[in-house]
């Protein structure tokens, strides 16, 4: 029985060291990104629900923007606070803001895509930039950098959300390193041309892409996924690129309890379930890999079972994928996370683990 788990351990990193080097790696270890601004004209989308105070921070960074050609598209998803008295302000202040004001509808109720449709259907301009109420670009420069990957052919660019740092907290931790991880999937992917996702923080697609697969209409029945699963259905090879420059990064306010945290990746979890079959199938590969590498670990070595080899094989697998996160995480400005991966990684295992039983047995809460 043991021997067979020792091969079976010897199989799983395998499948790691395939992800981590032949896939992650495509990523990590990709040439710098340089900027090459291209002029296009574009609108910044942003929809917001009851954000009040989020598009009060970040509305004004937006428009400091230094592009020659483009306007913000400002989306008040029927918000029951001031979002949408603030909007209004900030229209009258901006000569480049558009407002689009969503009424409940019943078939669409509390619909994030339906608000979102009638968003891009108000843009004037043919690119199509988005990132969320409650986000901010690290630069004056965020729209060039993004729109600087367009070219002829590839009219999808995927780009990188991340979190802000919290000082002395575990939790943060433990959300940027997903973030990193998460980023670190969707973008190798892409570049081995088999885009399969997105993040809504920081997108941009040319307008013809979203009436190409007719908007979001397949998986309007889904609440979540205006990013996600559009990129997954119109995203392919030739379509698609990343930006992954630190001009053209997104930062977010990180949820502060874990309980606010685990409910946001419920969502993101039940979302995937929608992906095509092979986007389905490699994710979960990678996690089916990854649990049970440290669960033959702590058998193996329980049972002593040719433990200077398990140990061997144990210490390869962490230099490869500590160099593969670490790279990554250089590449996205989040250095830090590099001496706690370790750590981290498997707190994330077992929170992903509690995360899919959860979902079993209850279905999470999406945009109200």
């Known amino acids: 029985m043991l021997i067979t788990l020792f091969y079976f351990f010897i199989a799983i990193v395998f499948i790691q060291l395939f992800y981590y080097l032949g896939i992650f790696g495509k990523f990590a270890f990709a040439k710098p990104q340089h900027v090459t601004p291209k002029k296009l004209p574009v609108s910044v989308i942003v929809c917001a629900k009851n954000e009040e105070e989020n598009v009060k921070k970040y509305v004004p960074i937006l428009a400091q923007q230094d592009y020659p050609d483009f306007e913000i598209v400002l989306i008040d998803d029927a918000s029951s606070d001031e979002t949408l008295e603030v909007f209004e ?33 108000a843009a004037k301009k043919d690119y199509l930039l988005f990132t969320d109420a409650d986000c901010y670009p690290t630069s004056k420069d965020w729209i060039t950098a993004m729109t600087s990957q367009f070219t002829m052919n590839k009219t999808i660019v995927l780009g990188y959300g991340g979190y802000e740092k919290v000082e002395r907290s575990f939790l943060n931790k433990m959300i940027r390193f997903e973030t990193i991880l998460t980023a670190l999937q969707y973008f190798s992917w892409a570049k081995l041309g088999l885009p399969y996702m997105g993040v809504g923080r920081n997108l941009a697609y040319k307008k013809e892409e979203f009436f190409n697969v007719n908007g979001f209409i397949d998986h309007i029945q889904v609440r979540s996924g205006d990013d996600d699963l559009f990129i997954n259905q119109a995203a392919n090879k030739a379509n698609t690129t990343i930006s992954y420059t630190p001009e053209s990064f997104t930062y977010s306010e990180p949820k502060k309890t874990y309980k606010e945290w685990f409910t946001q990746k419920r969502r993101h979890i039940s979302t995937a379930e929608h992906y095509k079959f092979f986007d389905k199938m490699q994710l979960g590969l990678f996690f089916i890999s990854q649990l049970f590498f440290f669960l033959l670990v702590i058998i193996l070595l329980a049972f002593q079972f040719q433990w200077i080899a398990v140990l061997a094989i144990l210490a390869t697998r962490y230099t490869v994928v500590w160099t593969v996160i670490g790279c990554a ?23 992903q683990i509690n995360i899919f039983i959860t979902n079993i047995f209850s279905k999470p809460v999406y945009w109200k």
């Open 89 to 121: 302000e900030f229209e009258k202040q901006f000569p480049n803001i558009r407002l689009v004001k969503v009424e409940n509808n019943e078939a669409f109720w509390g619909n994030k895509k339906y608000a979102l449709t009638l968003g891009i259907k």
């Open 329 to 351: 995480a250089g590449k996205l400005k989040e250095n830090d996370l590099k001496i706690w991966f370790p750590v981290v990684e498997i707190a994330l295992i077992l929170t």
